[in-house]
C-alpha cells in the first residue's frame, strides 16, 4: 500500500514492515515485561532488609544529603560549614554546623528509626563565659525527639525517631545548638559554630516487615526499563538486553538494600543514564524532522523577513539607547566649524539617496558589498585596515615606558639575559618554594620561546621597551593574514575580513600587543596549526590535495602536514602545559580521520599512520631543546613553580603563592603545595573553585540573556560581565557556531577534540578567570560571528530583488560597530590613564639605577618589573606576619633596599608588619628615597602615587 500527501508528495516518514517488527520487538517484547515485573518484585524485597546506613562527614558524598555554606544570612542558619581536616576525628574529617544544621535522608521507609550522632563539643578554651557546652535539641519532622550534650571529646549520642512521628519515606533531621562560640585563645575564627560532626549514623528497629518506599521501586523500575530497550538498541541482542539487564536491576536492588540512602539519590541518575542513552539511539529520528522544519523555514523569504524585523527593532532599540539628543541651533555656533561639516556630509548623504532612488541606493550598496568581497577590493581594504592600525600600535608602544609586570617583565629580563650570553636566567627570587643559594636563578616559572623572539628583536633594534613588544605586533600582524585566508577559505573574503576587523580592534589583543606576553605568540600558532591540519586532512577538497605536488615530490597534503606539525611545535614551546593538551586533542582528531575504518593489513596500518607520525615526530623534534633544558636543569621534562601554585591560587587570596612555604633551614612547617592539599582545602572548597571557573567560562564565551524562559538564564552569562567579544559578538558566533556544526562538522569535530582538554584543564587544574587565556579561541570567535553576520545581510538582501540591501548593510556595520565600540574605553583608558600610574614606580626605579651598587638587593612586590628597569637584582616580599621570618629572609639574600611600590603594594596585613618595622627604631630602616606626589586620575578617582625607598639595616 503507497499513500501521498494532499500536495502529492510522498509521506516524510514511510515505515517499512521491518521497523514495524523492531518496533514490537523493543517495545511489547515479553523480556521487556520480565524486566519491569523483577524491578518491582526486588525493589520491594530490597525494602525488607532493615535500613542501616553511615553518613561521613566531610567526605565526599555527605553534600546528597546536607547543605553547607560560610555565609551567615537567615538562609545559612541550618546547614554546615565546609568540611576540614581533623586529626582527632575517628574519621578523619569533620564539619562544624552553624547554630542548626539540616539532614534531609530519602527514601528510607516507614517505621522507628535510630539516630546516631557522632559529634563533638566545644574545645575548652573557647571564648564564650556563658557557656561551657551547648545543648543540642534533636528535631525530626518537625517533632522534637530528644536532646544531647556533646562533651570535649568525640564520643556517640543515640536518638530515637518513634514510627509515629515519621509523616513520609523521608525523613528531615534538624539539630539545633543552645549557642555558638567563635574564637578560642589560640586561633581566631569569627565563624558562630555550634558543635562539630563527623558522622551520622541511621538504623532501622526491628526487623519488619517495612512498607517500601514508592519513588525508589517506581526509578528502579524506569531504570531497568530503559536500560533494557537501550541495550537492545545498541546490542542489536535482546537476548544479551535481557540478562544485563536483570543483573544491573538485581545489583541496584542489593545496593538498595544494603546502602538505601545512598542508592535511593543515585537511582534517577541511572534511570537518566538510560534516557539519554536511548536518546542518542534515536538521534536521528528525534532531529529529522525538526531540522527538516528548520530547513523549510529557510527557503524562500520568511527568514529574510524574520531578519529584517529583528535587526530592525534592535537597531531602532540601540538608536533609542544610545542616541544623543538633537543639537540646538546655538550649538552649531559653538561647535563651528566642525557642525558646518557634519551638516554638509549628513544633507550630502540625503541628497545622495534622493538622486539615486530606491533603485540606485540598492545597486550602490551591492556595489560596495561585491568591491569589499572582491580579491583586490578586500586585498586592498585589509592592506589599509592593517597599515593603520598597525601603525596606531606601533606609536603606542613607541610611547609606553614599561613593559608591564610578572611574566611580561620576566620575558624582556630573560631575553635581555640570553642577548649577554647569559642563559634562560633572571636575578630575582619571586616564591618560597625552595632556598636559592642566591637571587641568580634559572627562570623556572614561564614558558622559554617568547624571551626568544624578544631577545631577536633586542639584537635588530636595542635593549628598550618598545623594540621588547615588536614580536608581539609582528605575531598579530601575520594572525591578521591568517584569519583573513582561513575566512576567505571556509567562506568568503568578507567573513576574513571582517573577521580581522572585529580580532584586532579588540582591547583584549590591544593588550597582548603592548604588553610582553607570550599569549599572542600561542594564539597564532595554535590558530596555524589547527587550521593547515584540518585543510590537510578535513575540508572537503582534502584529498585532493594528495595528488598536488610542493616541492618537487612532496605533495600539498604532507606539507600542510608537516607545517601544522611545526607549528604546534611551537605552540608547545610558546606555552608547554596549554599547548600540551591542545596538540593532545589534534593527534586523537587526526588517528579518528585516519582510522575511520580498521586498516586490513600491515601495510595498510603503516600508510595511515605515517601522516600521523610524521606531524607529532616534526612537533616533537622542536620541543626536544625545551625538555632537555628542563632534565638538565631540573631533573624532569615539564617543570614550571606553577605546578605548585595550582593548588593555592583560587583556593585561597593570590598572595598566598608568595608566602613562605620550604621547610629549609626551619623557615616554614607547611611545606610545598602539591595535589594532596586538596584535602587541606577540603572538598567543599575544591567544588566552589571549579564552579567559579565554570561560570567565569560561561560568563566569557555565552552571551547574556536576562529573561530567558524557564529558568535558562542561569546557562547564559551575566549581564554584568564581559563577553570576549562583548554580547552582540557572542550571539553572532554562538549562532554561527551552530551552522558551523552543520557545514564544517569535521572543523567543529577538530575543535572541540583541541579545545575541550584545554577547557578541563583550565576548570580542574588551573584557572580559566583571566580572559588572556582565551584568547586563543577568538580568532575562530570572531570568523563564526563574521560569517553570522554576512548570513544576516545575503538574507536581507535577497528580498524584493534587493530593494532591502541598504538596510542589510547597515545592519552589518551596526553590528561590527556595536562589537568593537566597547573596546575602545579600555583602550583609551591603557593608552591616556594607566602611564601616570607608573610614573612614580618608574621614578624609583631610575633612583635605584643611578644611586645604588649594580648588585644590591631591593626587596619589592615586583620583583620582576624593578629588575627590567633598573637592573638590580630583587626579592619578593614574602607573604607572612612573621618578623623573625621576614628578616631571616633578607639577610639570607643579603637585601640592601626595601621598595614600598605603588601599584603592586602587598596585602594588608603583611603592609602592617612592614610599617611596624619601619616605625621600630630598634630595627633601623632608614629612609633614603621618595618620591615626589604623583596625581592620576583613573576611573574617575583621583589617585596619589608615591614609591618609598628605605636601606636595610645591616
Known amino acids: 500500500m503507497r499513500s501521498k500527501t494532499i500536495s502529492g508528495d510522498p509521506p516524510a516518514l514511510q515505515p517499512t514492515v521491518s521497523a514495524y517488527a523492531r518496533l514490537t520487538l523493543r517495545y511489547r517484547d515479553a523480556r521487556l515485561a520480565l524486566v519491569v515485573v523483577l524491578a518491582l518484585l526486588v525493589g520491594i ?23 553547607a555554606s560560610e555565609g551567615a544570612g537567615a538562609a545559612d542558619r541550618f546547614t554546615f560549614y565546609g568540611d576540614e581536616i581533623t586529626a582527632d576525628a575517628p574519621g578523619g574529617r569533620s564539619r562544624w554546623t552553624h547554630q542548626g544544621a539540616r539532614i534531609d535522608l ?88 555550634g558543635i562539630r560532626i563527623d558522622a551520622i549514623r541511621v538504623r532501622s528497629v ?129 561647535f563651528f566649524p566642525d557642525s558646518l561639516i557634519y551638516t554638509l556630509i549628513t544633507l550630502g548623504s540625503l541628497a545622495l539617496i534622493l538622486v539615486y532612488g530606491r533603485n540606485g541606493v540598492p545597486r550602490l550598496a551591492q556595489a560596495t558589498v561585491r568591491m569589499a568581497g572582491s580579491r583586490r577590493g578586500a586585498t586592498l581594504t585589509l592592506t589599509l585596515l592593517l597599515a593603520v592600525w598597525v601603525g596606531y600600535l606601533g606609536a603606542v608602544i613607541l610611547a609606553m615606558p614599561y613593559v608591564g609586570h610578572a611574566d611580561y617583565a620576566d620575558n624582556a629580563v630573560v631575553a635581555r639575559n640570553l642577548l649577554a650570553g647569559r642563559g634562560w636566567t633572571v636575578d630575582y627570587v619571586t616564591q618560597f618554594y625552595r632556598l636559592y643559594d642566591g637571587v641568580t636563578r634559572p627562570q623556572e616559572t614561564w614558558p622559554l620561546l617568547q624571551p626568544v623572539w624578544v631577545a631577536s628583536s633586542f639584537a635588530l633594534f636595542g635593549v628598550s621597551n618598545w623594540a621588547a613588544k615588536i614580536p608581539n605586533l609582528l605575531f598579530l ?102 599547548g600540551g593538551l591542545i596538540a593532545l586533542g589534534m593527534g586523537w582528531w587526526f588517528l579518528r580521520v585516519r582510522f575511520d575504518t580498521w586498516p586490513r593489513t600491515l601495510a595498510d596500518l603503516r600508510t595511515r599512520l605515517a601522516p600521523v607520525a610524521a606531524w607529532g615526530v616534526v612537533a616533537f623534534v622542536l620541543l626536544a631543546p625545551y625538555l632537555a633544558r628542563n632534565m638538565l636543569t631540573f631533573g624532569v621534562p615539564f617543570y614550571s613553580t606553577e605546578g605548585k601554585d595550582a593548588w593555592v ?30 584535602l ?39 549581564a554584568d560581565k564581559d563577553r570576549l567579544l562583548f554580547d552582540p559578538g557572542a550571539w553572532l558566533a554562538l549562532f554561527g557556531a551552530m551552522a558551523v556544526i552543520a557545514s564544517h562538522r569535521r572543523l567543529m569535530t577538530l575543535l572541540g577534540a583541541a579545545f575541550v582538554p ?22 575562530w570567535l570572531a570568523l563564526f560571528a563574521s560569517a553570522t553576520l554576512w548570513c544576516i545581510y545575503d538574507r536581507i538582501a535577497a528580498l524584493s530583488d534587493g530593494r532591502w540591501t541598504p538596510f542589510g548593510l547597515l545592519a552589518v556595520v551596526a553590528l561590527i560597530a556595536a562589537i568593537i565600540a566597547p573596546s575602545w574605553s579600555p583602550i583609551a583608558e591603557k593608552v591616556r590613564d594607566e602611564p601616570n600610574l607608573y610614573r612614580a614606580d618608574l621614578d624609583a626605579y631610575d633612583w635605584l639605577k643611578r644611586n645604588t651598587p649594580s648588585d644590591a638587593v631591593v626587596m619589592t612586590r615586583n620583583p620582576w618589573q624593578l629588575n627590567w628597569h633598573s637592573e638590580r637584582p630583587a626579592l619578593m616580599i614574602p607573604y607572612t606576619t612573621d618578623r623573625e621570618t621576614f628578616l631571616r629572609l633578607a639577610r639570607r639574600y643579603n637585601v640592601r633596599y626595601l621598595m614600598i611600590d605603588t601599584l603592586q603594594r602587598p596585602e594588608p596585613e603583611v603592609r602592617r608588619l612592614l610599617d611596624a618595622m619601619i616605625a621600630d627604631p630598634a630595627l633601623g630602616f632608614r629612609e633614603v628615597y621618595r618620591t615626589p606626589v604623583y596625581r592620576a586620575d583613573f576611573r574617575g578617582v583621583t589617585k596619589e602615587m608615591i614609591a618609598v625607598v628605605y636601606a636595610f639595616p645591616q
Not at 524485597?45 to 547543605?67: C, E, K, S
Not at 530528644?146 to 528531615?172: C, H, I, K, M
Not at 582534502?542 to 600539498?556: E, K, N, P, W
Not at 567543599?684 to 535558562?712: C, I, N
Open 680 to 718: 587541606r582545602w577540603g572538598f567543599d572548597r575544591t567544588l566552589v573553585k571549579m564552579e567559579r571557573q565554570v561560570r567565569a567560562l560561561r560568563d566569557y564565551l555565552l552571551p547574556s540573556w536576562q529573561h530567558a524562559p524557564f529558568g535558562l538564564s542561569e546557562w547564559f552569562g551575566r
Open 206 to 334: 526491628g526487623d519488619g516487615p517495612f512498607v517500601p518506599a514508592l519513588a525508589p521501586v517506581l526509578w528502579l523500575t524506569v531504570g531497568g526499563g530503559v536500560w533494557f530497550l537501550a541495550l537492545a538498541g545498541g546490542t542489536r541482542k535482546p537476548t544479551f538486553a535481557f540478562v544485563a539487564a536483570t543483573l544491573l536491576v538485581s545489583g541496584a536492588a542489593l545496593a538498595l538494600a544494603a546502602a538505601r540512602i545512598w542508592t535511593v539519590v543515585l537511582l534517577p541518575w541511572l534511570a537518566g543514564a538510560g534516557i539519554a542513552l536511548l536518546i542518542w539511539q534515536h538521534r536521528v529520528a528525534l532531529v529529522r524532522h525538526p531540522l527538516r522544519l528548520a530547513r523549510r523555514f529557510t527557503r524562500g523569504s520568511a527568514l529574510g523577513y524574520g531578519l529584517l524585523a529583528a535587526t530592525g527593532a534592535w537597531l531602532v532599540a540601540m538608536i533609542i539607547q544610545y542616541a544623543p539628543p538633537m543639537p540646538r541651533l546655538e550649538q552649531f555656533w559653538e
Open 649 to 678: 591560587l583560587e583556593y585561597t587570596t593570590w598572595d598566598q603563592i608568595y608566602a613562605v612555604y620550604t621547610t629549609e633551614e626551619g623557615f616554614s612547617t607547611l611545606g610545598v603545595p602539591d595535589r594532596s592539599w586538596i
Open 758 to 779: 584545554y577547557t578541563l584543564f583550565l576548570i580542574v587544574y588551573w584557572h580559566t578567570n583571566e580572559e588572556r587565556y582565551w584568547v586563543v579561541v577568538m580568532p
Open 45 to 67: 524485597f530490597a525494602y525488607q532488609a532493615p535500613v542501616d546506613a553511615t553518613i561521613f562527614v566531610g567526605w565526599p558524598g555527605d553534600r546528597l544529603f546536607l547543605q
Open 477 to 578: 600582524t601575520v594572525l591578521a593574514l591568517a584569519v583573513y585566508q582561513a575566512g576567505a577559505r571556509l567562506w568568503d573574503r568578507r567573513v576574513g575580513l571582517v573577521a580581522v576587523v572585529l580580532l584586532i580592534t579588540s582591547h583584549l589583543y590591544f593588550k597582548l600587543v603592548i604588553y610582553v606576553t607570550n599569549d599572542l605568540g600561542f594564539a597564532l600558532f595554535a590558530f596555524g596549526a589547527l587550521l593547515l591540519l584540518y585543510r590537510a586532512w578535513g575540508a572537503p577538497d582534502a584529498m585532493a590535495l594528495a595528488s598536488r605536488l610542493r616541492f618537487g615530490s612532496i605533495s600539498q597534503q604532507l606539507a600542510l602536514t608537516i607545517l601544522s606539525g611545526a607549528l604546534t611545535g611551537l605552540m608547545l614551546l610558546q606555552k608547554p602545559g596549554s
Open 106 to 193: 530519602a527514601g528510607l521507609g516507614k517505621g522507628a528509626l535510630v539516630v546516631t550522632v557522632r559529634a563533638q563539643g566545644w574545645p575548652p578554651d573557647a571564648l564564650n563565659r556563658a557557656t561551657r557546652q551547648p545543648e543540642v535539641t534533636v528535631i525530626a519532622d518537625d517533632t522534637f525527639i530528644g536532646r544531647f550534650t556533646p562533651g570535649e571529646q568525640w564520643a556517640e549520642y543515640d536518638v530515637a525517631v518513634p514510627a509515629e512521628v515519621r509523616r513520609s519515606n523521608d525523613l528531615t533531621l534538624m539539630l539545633v545548638a543552645s549557642d555558638v562560640f567563635t574564637s578560642t585563645s589560640i586561633y581566631n575564627d569569627p565563624r558562630p559554630k
